[in-house]
């Protein structure tokens, strides 16, 4: 349900904002009022093309929000938030927002995230319907039609079983056609994963070959260096002429005889022999060391070349081995796709044959039960007319099925679409022995409101979209068919949240909710306010509504009212 709409800056209205509860909640208030600055509000929220000539005389930029609850069952809204990267919900809370600006571009919001006025719109045409003369009407396009005859048939299970099947069968269509490429492209492919596969697996790769491999590369590349030093060290330490080694033993007969004149001093005398034996042990390593290391052109030459191997298979397939590695194995697969291709391409053809069949019989099972279904909704929605005003009209259903002749021979390939094999159009007459149209001719926004209203009454508890917005449903009627639309929008609340604005008595004393609209003038500039109106107030605005502050009026609106 829609709990707060906040409008700012819009035409008359300087700073609004309502409060709606769930069910009936009527609008009422004098002609020029500002009852429609609502709807257009609403319009606005739904995606509607925006008029900078609505901001208020004065201001930069004029603000709608609103903050709707919704319980989202099915999850569509949230799956919708997700896939476009738009800020998730807060519990149950969804914050819509549209600012239009005189100097700037207009922006839009979803939960606070900037977003597109498409996502705007797609969002409004699951939540609102707008019934008047400016519609945001979704009962007029044919796929919605179609849904509500379904839901009303029950056969949502049908229905997902078939669009499940026809995604499995497009999909299997993308990869036949991947297969299906030219000849010629194909030959060069196959060389060319050919020459990969080939090039990756003579390499005879690993995962740790590269740590492993660098290592020996670069001691094998510094043989020369790498034995110069430790040469030149060794003799530093012991071969060369005053060597290392040498002196310390100058050093150590030098200490012993300093600890023979001063004991304290023989700690010197010990920490000198610990270098003395760290020195030695030094000079074995290196000799270990030297020994170890070989000057081997020949397996340098390997090396090098397998480096430049190894650099070039990185360049081509990858930064790391296992980047190639991987590559490899990836390219291998679609070696073997493209070489059993016309084997697989059979099988995809005899699996979408197969397909093809389900979806013709799923197709045929789920007109069927559309076309049983029809002349009950049909009778229903007549029914619904006759207390609306339109005694001698009549509600149709037309079904289109997309096949040639009912034949066991299923007319492929077929375009299937995800709804089933139909077409549905809503089709209504106000007269006795004029055709019936479709509901998208009809010119009156009256009739249609109330074409509409027939269809809500019968639906409610299978139309899915929860706010009904009805302006002015009442026009050019009176008496008991007022009273009447004022009944069917009461039950129709039952099951949805409705805003209605009307002049009419009989269909604002319906209401669980009244709203007042009015204009007030102040410091040289006019205003559009509004506020709920409770027992006493709600008894003199339906009085005025019924022409006066008369006692006949009041008593009259005393009557409606408990009624």
Same mark, same amino acid.
């Given at each position: ?32 009022? *500002? ?9 606005? $929220? ?28 099915? *999850? ?122 080939? #090039? ?6 690993? =995962? ?40 310390? *033993? ?106 093809? %069949? ?26 619904? $007319? ?8 009549? =509600? ?31 089709? =209504? ?17 009256? #009739? ?26 009442? +026009? ?7 009273? +009447? ?9 039952? !099951? ?7 002049? !009419?008595? !009989? ?24 506020? +709920? ?7 003199? %605005? ?22």
């Amino acid at each position: 349900m829609l709990t707060t709409l906040r409008i700012k800056n819009l035409a008359l209205v300087e700073d609004l904002t309502l409060n709606f509860q769930n069910g009936f909640n009527v609008i009422t208030g004098e002609t020029g009022a *500002g009852k429609s600055i609502i709807i257009g509000a609403l319009n606005l $929220l739904l995606g509607e093309r925006a008029d900078r000539s609505l901001i208020r005389t004065g201001c930069s930029h004029c603000t709608i929000e609103a903050i709707l609850v919704l319980q989202d069952p099915e *999850g569509e809204i949230d799956e919708f938030l997700l896939e476009n990267g738009i800020e998730p919900r807060e519990g149950e809370n969804l914050i819509l927002k549209r600012s239009i600006s005189t100097s700037s571009s207009n922006r839009q919001f979803i939960n606070g995230s900037p977003t597109s006025l498409a996502s705007l719109q797609h969002i409004g045409s699951r939540l609102v319907d707008i019934h008047g003369p400016h519609d945001h009407q979704s009962l007029l396009h044919s796929e919605v039609q179609l849904a509500i005859l379904d839901r009303f048939a029950g056969i949502d299970s049908l229905l997902r079983q078939f669009s499940e099947r026809l995604q499995e069968s497009r999909n299997l269509a993308r990869k036949k056609s991947d297969l299906m490429v030219d000849e010629q492209s194909t030959i060069r492919e196959l060389e060319m994963l050919r020459f990969q596969v080939e #090039e990756i697996q003579q390499a005879n790769l690993s =995962f740790d070959e590269e740590e492993q491999f660098a290592l020996e590369f670069q001691t094998a590349a510094n043989a020369s260096r790498l034995l110069e030093i430790s040469g030149m060290v060794q003799a530093q330490l012991s071969t060369a002429e005053a060597c290392i080694l040498d002196q310390c *033993g100058d050093i150590n007969r030098m200490l012993q005889e300093l600890a023979q004149l001063d004991p304290k001093t023989e700690s010197m005398l010990e920490a000198q022999s610990q270098a003395i034996s760290i020195l030695q042990d030094l000079s074995s390593e290196l000799t270990q060391y030297a020994n170890g290391v070989s000057i081997n052109p020949a397996r340098l030459e390997e090396l090098e070349q397998r480096n430049e191997l190894l650099f070039s298979l990185k360049r081509k397939y990858g930064q790391s081995m296992a980047k190639v590695i991987e590559f490899g194995q990836e390219a291998q697969l679609k070696l073997e796709s493209l070489e059993n291709r016309e084997e697989e391409i059979e099988q995809i053809n005899g699996r979408l044959t197969a397909m093809d %069949e389900d979806l013709w019989t799923l197709g045929k099972k789920i007109s069927r039960k559309r076309k049983q279904i029809i002349p009950k909704l049909s009778k229903a929605v007549a029914a619904e $007319l006759v207390p609306l005003g339109f005694p001698k009209g009549s =509600f149709e259903i037309t079904l289109e099925t997309d096949s040639i002749k009912d034949t066991k021979e299923v007319p492929f390939p077929f375009p299937f679409r995800h709804h089933g094999l139909d077409r549905v159009e809503f089709m =209504f007459s106000p007269n006795a022995g004029e055709p019936a149209k479709p509901l998208r001719a009809i010119a009156s926004s009256g #009739e249609m409101a109330r074409v509409m209203l027939a269809q809500k009454t019968v639906l409610a508890e299978v139309d899915r979209i929860p706010i009904l917005v009805f302006d002015e449903v009442d +026009a050019n009627i009176g008496g008991d068919t007022a009273r +009447a639309v004022g009944e069917k929008i009461h039950r129709v609340a039952n !099951s949805h949240q409705v805003l209605c604005i009307t002049h !009419s008595a !009989s269909v604002a004393a319906k209401a669980t909710t009244h709203y007042f609209v009015a204009k007030k003038t102040g410091k040289g500039r006019t205003q559009t306010t509004i506020k +709920a109106l409770e027992s006493k107030a709600r008894i003199d %605005e339906i009085s005025r509504m019924l022409g006066g502050k008369s006692k006949a009026a009041r008593s009259h609106a005393e009557e409606l009212l408990k009624d």
